[in-house]
């Protein structure tokens, strides 16, 4: 999966989703079975929360985000904030590589 949720009014930002957001979103899946596809990206440095990032590793029409709208991570990437970009380009190497080497954790 190349494609990454952005804001639909502003396809140049992601769309980050809190874990409440983000349980509401996702349709048909258990909190355990989401938790499974989550992947630990890092923790905002700046920020004084040290808040997680994580990626969800799904495919789109299990996502329904109202205000947001999928797009390709390779063309749309370059378009992003710098801390945007290194997320949507951490996120997608990292779902696959998990997609294509399924007995590694």
């Not at 992947?39 to 789109?60: M, Q, S, V, W, Y």
């Not at 329904?64 to 710098?82: E, I, M, Q, Y």
Request: net charge negative; with cysteine; glycine share 2%.
């Amino acid at each position: 999966n190349t494609n990454v949720l952005v804001s639909k009014d502003d396809t140049t930002q992601l769309q980050l989703l809190s874990h409440t957001e983000l349980l509401e979103c996702v349709k048909g899946s258990s909190k355990e079975e989401l938790h499974s596809k989550m992947i630990f990206l890092g923790r905002l440095h700046n920020d004084i929360n040290r808040t997680p990032i994580f990626a969800l590793d799904a495919k789109e029409q299990d996502i329904h985000v109202k205000d947001g709208t999928f797009v390709n991570t390779r063309t749309s990437a370059p378009l992003f904030s710098t801390l945007h970009n290194e997320l949507a380009l951490h996120a997608t190497a990292y779902t696959t590589w998990q997609s294509n080497n399924k007995h590694c954790a």
